[in-house]
């Protein structure tokens, strides 16, 4: 089943405590992203990849990182999490718009974190 | 920059009423995309529909339609005789292929839809 799998899918941390949420799709699809959701803004894109080790920012970026080593995978890493970052989380997968322009994003099921 | 406005934050309606959301967007570009997408309370996202640019036929599909109207930069749904299943939070979104961001999707604030039985 074509599928994207985030893990895990609640998580309550404490403020600096170093965390990675794990995204994995296996649909070989170039182009992946991370976004939050927040009440009232939507769906906020933080980080993307075009293909493995391109990566660039998305409109809110600060205090996450992501790497690509594998096209597969593309984890979302927060280094010293703070309460602001308690929020709905969501990876993303697709084609490259090379290929497709209008295709379909492929979401994952969302990670719900709440940082005290 | 590109940016999507639902106006309507909440719906409140009683069953088989007809729900329109409206969702009016901003971009540069003459090529792009437009989704919406359902959020059930379960938290997925569930893609309904995708529109480019150059399609301005409007479409139904069961219960839910669309209509999309290029000159007033509006791209609305309508579900008609809703149910309590349709209860969501809906999203409209908005993608520019020729952004830097790539497949980047712009959303709107979303709209929640509240069917009482």
Same mark, same amino acid.
């Given at each position: 089943? !074509?599928?994207?799998?985030? %893990?895990? $899918?609640?998580?309550?941390?404490?403020?600096?405590?170093?965390?990675?949420?794990?995204?994995?799709?296996?649909?070989?699809? =170039?182009?992946?992203?991370?976004?939050?959701?927040?009440?009232?803004?939507?769906? $906020?894109?933080?980080?993307?990849?075009?293909?493995?080790?391109?990566?660039?920012?998305?409109?809110?970026?600060?205090?996450?990182?992501?790497?690509?080593? =594998?096209? $597969?995978?593309?984890?979302?890493?927060? =280094?010293?999490?703070?309460? %602001?970052?308690?929020?709905?989380?969501?990876? !993303?997968?697709?084609?490259?718009?090379?290929?497709?322009?209008?295709?379909?994003?492929?979401?994952?099921?969302?990670? $719900?974190?709440?940082?005290? | 920059?590109?940016?999507?406005?639902?106006?309507?934050?909440?719906?409140?309606?009683?069953?088989?009423? @007809?729900?329109?959301?409206d969702c009016?967007?901003?971009?540069?570009?003459?090529?792009?995309?437009?989704?919406?997408?359902?959020?059930?309370?379960?938290?997925?996202?569930?893609?309904?529909? &995708? &529109?480019?640019s150059f399609?301005?036929?409007?479409?139904?599909?069961?219960?839910?339609?669309?209509?999309?109207?290029?000159?007033?930069?509006?791209?609305?749904?309508?579900?008609?005789?809703?149910?309590?299943? @349709?209860?969501?939070?809906?999203?409209?979104?908005?993608?520019?292929?020729?952004?830097?961001?790539?497949?980047?999707?712009?959303f709107g604030?979303?709209? &929640?839809?509240?069917?009482?039985?």
């Open positions: 089943e !074509a599928q994207v799998t985030q %893990n895990p $899918r609640y998580l309550i941390t404490v403020t600096g405590k170093k965390l990675t949420v794990t995204c994995s799709q296996n649909m070989n699809h =170039e182009y992946m992203s991370w976004y939050r959701q927040d009440p009232g803004l939507g769906l $906020r894109q933080i980080y993307y990849s075009m293909n493995v080790e391109v990566t660039d920012k998305g409109d809110v970026p600060e205090g996450y990182k992501v790497s690509r080593k =594998e096209k $597969r995978n593309f984890p979302l890493i927060l =280094e010293s999490p703070s309460p %602001n970052q308690t929020s709905l989380y969501f990876c !993303a997968s697709s084609l490259s718009k090379l290929t497709s322009g209008g295709n379909e994003q492929f979401f994952g099921p969302g990670t $719900r974190l709440t940082v005290l | 920059a590109q940016k999507v406005t639902q106006a309507q934050t909440e719906i409140s309606v009683v069953e088989k009423e @007809d729900v329109t959301l009016v967007y901003e971009t540069r570009d003459t090529t792009y995309y437009l989704f919406w997408y359902k959020q059930p309370p379960s938290g997925e996202l569930v893609f309904l529909i &995708r &529109r480019n399609d301005e036929q409007n479409e139904i599909s069961g219960r839910y339609s669309w209509n999309f109207q290029k000159s007033t930069s509006s791209f609305n749904f309508t579900i008609t005789a809703s149910q309590v299943v @349709d209860s969501a939070v809906y999203f409209c979104a908005l993608r520019d292929p020729w952004q830097a961001a790539g497949n980047k999707l712009t604030g979303g709209t &929640r839809v509240l069917v009482k039985p």
